[in-house]
């Protein structure tokens, strides 16, 4: 049974920074491509990243590619998602994901997700 928890969310101010991670059990973790996606109020679950499970490719929505970095340990079995000059606009609940096939951006794309872990951004 894949099991993924969050932590690291919390209150920052704008232009400030917060590191996410994300505590995988059970699966096959070494192996699996995984994602971060975040859902602001009143809006839909939204494409972040996207990581190999080599580690060797990252992909990033657009709104987050220079701010944000994806990165993992497997051998911690560990997803990590730092934050840098963050903005009121990142507000959201953010959520580590399991990535199975097909595209990427898309949440239908991957089969297991964590609980979230709340992400606030004053101004």
């Known amino acids: 049974q894949v099991q993924l928890v969050e932590s690291g969310g919390g209150l920052v101010q704008a232009g400030g920074s917060l590191t996410l991670s994300c505590a995988a059990s059970g699966g096959t973790f070494s192996v699996d491509a995984m994602g971060w996606f975040r859902r602001a109020p009143g809006k839909e679950r939204e494409f972040v990243a996207r990581?190999?499970?080599?580690?060797?490719?990252?992909f990033y929505a657009d709104s987050v590619k220079g701010r944000f970095t994806i990165s993992r340990d497997n051998t911690r079995k560990m997803l990590y998602l730092q934050m840098n000059s963050l903005k009121p606009e990142d507000t959201a609940v953010y959520y580590c994901a399991r990535y199975r096939q097909g595209d990427i951006y898309k949440t239908t794309s991957y089969d297991y997700w964590g609980q979230g872990t709340q992400v606030t951004v004053s101004s």
């Open positions: 990581i190999t499970y080599t580690g060797g490719l990252t």
